[in-house]
């Protein structure tokens, strides 16, 4: 039999290697990740080189190019890195880009903002694009255009036998349905295609002031959000981080010109006494700026619910600490509209997120926060943390119809995903 080495071309690392344990972590370094080797793929190739391997020795395998999203679900499992696949094409002209499996949203966005077109990004520039997109992908600009996973035009895939391929809607149907949000449980993901939107102006920012200013704050979201044009997306963020005082925080973006987005903000005008106020017209290199995030790996405790309705008064009775931030998203728009994919849709108008560094009390005050307001038991699938199922990301129906495809793709289950269907 061949070894798995002497398959590829890129680096296999095994346990007891120098750079082993460096290699299986993740992007939240709360997580551990017991893995039998890691591959790090230099190509395409080399990924349908490692899937026969798996399959043919009875291994099952699970990609993640930098491990945003990790659940630590991988005894045993062979970890491919596929960081290494990082080409990108930009293609202006028809407003399409075509990214490689390592490629992450501040590249698209670098690349595509001076032609004026952004692509699907979240808050953070060091998310992969296909990581995100599988999941479904929760954008700044999905109340104007959908989840990430709506834009795609096709995937360059891998399946369970190790045979490359290209998946749209034409060609496979059902596979690329699943791949639209329904994980990376069906097919090895080496490159996406998807839909550039227009952007000729960009407005936003961070405005911050005291907490003591929260429920004035809180009303001006209400406010501004009860009205908001699909355009516009805004954050509430309830931020409390170590040496700084305990401050509130509206973070923002419209698609259209600094005069419509001032005006659409307006109510904050009235709440006196910023901080800081950020908004301006926004380079679309630079959306990460907004709400600031870390790009370098990190410990990190998470919780999000999707919320039915919001009780502005429980957010003001329940202290922040020992949480760094409890941020309310507005949801909406065309997420609420039908979509014939496996991310589905979301009737629920606000994402709750609640984040801290792992500690003495944390998880408890998140389940305070969580308890506290009306949630649909339904969570984002990239939301997802260690513990929670792909069973809280989808509609009955949908989780059944993945799991039908997971088990007449991939049989032998040759892949897991971060949180497989089955």
Do not use: C
Request: proline share 6%; aromatic share 6%.
């Amino acid at each position: 039999m061949i070894s798995l080495s002497s398959a590829i071309t890129g680096r296999v690392l095994l346990p007891g290697d120098v750079a082993f344990e460096q290699a299986t972590r993740p992007w939240n370094l709360a997580i551990e990740q017991r893995v039998s080797a890691v591959v790090e793929a230099a190509s395409a190739d080399d990924v349908a080189a490692a899937v026969k391997y798996a399959k043919a020795n009875g291994l099952t395998v699970t990609a993640q190019p930098s491990g945003h999203g990790a659940s630590g679900d991988t005894d045993g499992v062979i970890l491919i890195r596929t960081s290494a696949l990082t080409h990108l094409d930009v293609r202006p002209a028809d407003r399409l880009a075509v990214a490689g499996a390592g490629v992450k949203w501040g590249q698209v966005l670098a690349e595509a903002g001076p032609h004026g077109l952004v692509g699907m990004a979240g808050s953070s520039p060091a998310v992969s694009v296909t990581g995100y997109t599988l999941g479904g992908g929760l954008s700044w600009f999905s109340r104007a255009h959908g989840f990430a996973s709506d834009s795609v035009h096709a995937f360059q895939i891998v399946d369970a036998d190790g045979e490359r391929a290209r998946v749209s809607a034409d060609s496979d149907p059902e596979l690329f349905w699943a791949l639209k949000g329904g994980g990376g449980d069906f097919a090895l993901v080496t490159e996406v295609e998807f839909d550039l939107h227009p952007a000729p102006e960009l407005y936003g920012g961070r405005v911050v002031w005291h907490a003591e200013r929260t429920e004035e704050v809180q009303a001006a979201f209400r406010e501004i959000t009860e009205q908001a044009p699909e355009k516009l997306t805004v954050w509430l963020d309830l931020l409390r981080f170590p040496g700084a005082p305990p401050m509130v925080a509206i973070d923002a973006t419209y698609l259209g010109s600094a005069a419509e987005g001032a005006e659409l903000l307006r109510p904050l005008d009235r709440i006196t006494g910023a901080m800081s106020d950020g908004r301006g017209l926004v380079e679309i290199a630079k959306l990460g700026d907004i709400t600031g995030e870390p790009v370098d790996p990190s410990a990190g405790n998470s919780h999000a619910e999707l919320l039915t309705e919001l009780d502005d008064r429980a957010l003001l009775d329940i202290p922040v600490e020992p949480l760094l931030s409890v941020q309310v998203r507005h949801l909406g728009g065309a997420l609420s509209w039908a979509s014939d994919s496996a991310a589905g849709t979301l009737a629920e108008p606000y994402l709750l997120y609640l984040f801290g560094i792992p500690g003495e009390g944390v998880s408890e005050r998140q389940a305070e926060f969580a308890q506290a307001q009306p949630t649909s038991g339904r969570k984002p699938y990239t939301f997802l943390k260690p513990g929670e199922s792909a069973t809280q990301a989808f509609a009955p129906k949908t989780i059944e119809r993945l799991r039908e495809i997971k088990r007449r793709r991939d049989p032998n289950s040759v892949f897991r995903a971060n949180y497989p269907v089955l």
